[in-house]
């Protein structure tokens, strides 16, 4: 658990529900459920962040347990108090060992403010995201139920991680405008390659507007990034992206 305590009440009840509504479904195949993303970083803001949780199955899940645990916790089957939830079942093998792909049972994304979406196919999503995320278990995840996280997902290789967050900064530029969430993923990035260390977004942009030549630009994406509206500097943003890659990439090929 890293001796972490969730701040919201609310959210740490939403966990406590969908780690109970988990194993309804899947009994003693649940080995555990853990709190990633904003939530473990110590980055969770009410109405902005999503609450990510990774879960860890035993073993292979049937279609007919893969579908009703997406009936079982979407929302407003279940209801969702933040922006949305980003749920991953994961194969408890595949996450004991260090893996460089998606490796996943379930992938939901669902709630009020998020487009739902459902993956039961790890080939068909970007193996970045799933690295990233059990990166994040291991080093920062914050126990629902089951064992302490770093003692069931393996370390990811700092290289693979590098890598992964240079794919995260490829998406963005691939998938969305240059917005608000694309400076701040990439501060997340730099740091890491900087320093190995891996921080929340907003710490990553703490950390970046005291290096960049317009920390103005980093200062913006913070600001709106509760709506994600697109900057009208995508100029700035492309250059920033730019320097952030080939630092990044030099990390990733000394």
Same mark, same amino acid.
């Given at each position: 658990m890293h001796n972490r305590v969730v701040p919201d009440d609310e959210v740490l009840r939403f966990g406590e529900e969908a780690a109970r509504r988990l194993a309804s479904i899947l009994g003693p195949s649940l080995v555990g459920a853990y709190f990633v993303g904003s939530v473990a970083l110590g980055d969770y803001v009410r109405g902005r962040s999503d609450i990510d949780i990774a879960a860890v199955s035993a073993r292979v899940l049937s279609r007919d347990e893969k579908t009703e645990v997406v009936g079982a916790l979407s929302h407003p089957h279940l209801l969702c &108090?933040?922006?949305? =939830?980003?749920?991953? %079942?994961?194969?408890?093998? #595949?996450? /004991?060992?260090?893996?460089?792909?998606? +490796?996943?049972?379930?992938?939901?994304?669902?709630?009020?403010?998020?487009?739902?979406?459902?993956?039961?196919?790890?080939?068909?999503?970007?193996?970045?995201?799933?690295?990233?995320?059990?990166?994040?278990?291991?080093?920062?995840?914050?126990?629902?139920?089951?064992? &302490?996280?770093?003692? =069931?997902?393996?370390? %990811?290789?700092?290289?693979? #991680?590098? /890598?992964?967050?240079?794919?995260?900064? +490829?998406?963005?530029?691939?998938?969305?405008?240059?917005?608000?969430?694309?400076?701040?993923?990439?501060?997340?990035?730099?740091?890491?390659?900087?320093?190995?260390?891996?921080?929340?977004?907003?710490?990553?942009?703490?950390?970046?507007?005291?290096?960049?030549?317009? &920390?103005?630009?980093?200062?913006?994406?913070l600001r709106v990034r509760p709506s994600q509206l697109a900057s009208a500097d995508e100029a700035g943003i492309a250059a920033f992206l730019d320097q952030v890659e080939t630092v990044v990439d030099t990390n990733a090929h000394p």
């Open positions: &108090p933040a922006r949305g =939830l980003e749920l991953v %079942i994961y194969l408890r093998s #595949l996450v /004991e060992l260090a893996a460089k792909e998606a +490796a996943f049972e379930v992938n939901l994304d669902t709630g009020p403010g998020i487009p739902n979406h459902v993956g039961f196919d790890p080939d068909q999503e970007p193996w970045f995201w799933f690295v990233i995320d059990r990166a994040i278990a291991h080093e920062r995840g914050v126990r629902i139920t089951g064992p &302490p996280p770093s003692e =069931l997902f393996a370390p %990811i290789p700092p290289a693979w #991680l590098i /890598e992964a967050l240079s794919g995260s900064i +490829a998406w963005h530029r691939a998938h969305r405008s240059l917005d608000s969430n694309s400076v701040l993923n990439a501060c997340r990035a730099w740091r890491y390659a900087e320093e190995g260390v891996l921080t929340s977004k907003a710490d990553g942009a703490s950390w970046a507007a005291r290096r960049w030549r317009e &920390p103005s630009l980093i200062q913006s994406a």
